[in-house]
């Protein structure tokens, strides 16, 4: 088991700039492959980002690519989301979530989640 605190979260306007941190303690971080997911009002939890243990692969949702970035410090336990040019529809709870087999965008492979940070983006 890993437990996982996001923080970064908080308001800010279109084109605008956040950095999501999820820090994880317990096993080994390095063992696990990371993701992002969100969820915004009214709809289903959807994939953000993921990356691999050694941080090499790197998978983004079509929505994201080329203004999101995800990156890991395995020495600090701690994995990152950089989201830059915000829009209103990035709104939403940002969950970090930790899993045991290959970099995926479904949320099944993931056993470990936090609680969530929230990300309103105004327009």
């Known amino acids: 088991q890993v437990q996982l605190v996001e923080s970064g979260g908080g308001l800010v306007q279109a084109g605008g700039s956040l950095r999501l941190s999820c820090a994880a303690s317990?096993?080994?971080?390095?063992?696990?492959?990371m993701g992002w997911f969100r969820q915004a009002p009214g709809q289903e939890r959807e994939f953000v980002a993921t990356i691999s243990r050694s941080g090499n692969t790197t998978i983004y949702a079509d929505s994201v690519k080329g203004r999101f970035t995800i990156s890991r410090d395995n020495a600090k336990n701690t994995v990152y989301l950089q989201m830059n040019s915000l829009k209103p529809e990035d709104t939403a709870v940002y969950y970090c979530a930790a899993g045991t087999y290959y970099p995926s965008r479904l949320s099944g492979r993931y056993d470990n989640w936090g609680q969530g940070t929230q990300v309103t983006v105004s327009s």
């Open positions: 317990g096993r080994a971080f390095s063992g696990y492959i």
